[in-house]
């Protein structure tokens, strides 16, 4: 069973940055692409950020420029690293795996972590 658990959230002035980790509880090059997604209350859940398994990554409109994807093979983490937040990226932030198998994709999820951009 494909486990996924988020750090880094918390509350955070405009203007600053946080780092999210999503530690995979298997080898990440095993997943066809993670990435994070995040749900603000009465919306829906939004794609932030992606990266595929050969490094190719996909932001939403909303991040970039401010938001790196990465990921660490080694320590099977993927990160987002945030900067220059707005207090409308205040949200749940939640990561995201998928890979696929003869019956097509299957997708894995955090829990979520929960990001405050707020002075």
């Known amino acids: 069973q494909v486990q996924l658990v988020e750090s880094g959230g918390g509350l955070v002035q405009p203007g600053g940055s946080l780092r999210l980790s999503c530690a995979a509880s298997g080898n990440i090059l095993s997943f066809n692409a993670m990435g994070w997604y995040r749900q603000a209350p009465g919306k829906q859940r939004e794609l932030v950020a992606a990266?595929?398994?050969?490094?190719?990554?996909t932001f939403a409109d909303s991040g970039k420029g401010r938001f790196t994807i990465s990921r660490d093979n080694a320590k099977n983490t993927v990160y987002l690293q945030m900067n220059r937040l707005k207090p409308e990226d205040t949200a749940d932030y939640y990561c995201?795996?998928?890979?696929?198998?003869?019956?097509?994709?299957?997708?894995?999820w955090g829990q979520g972590t929960q990001v405050t951009v707020s002075s």
């Open positions: 990266i595929t398994s050969s490094g190719t990554t």
């Open positions: 995201h795996a998928r890979t696929y198998r003869g019956s097509g994709p299957l997708d894995y």
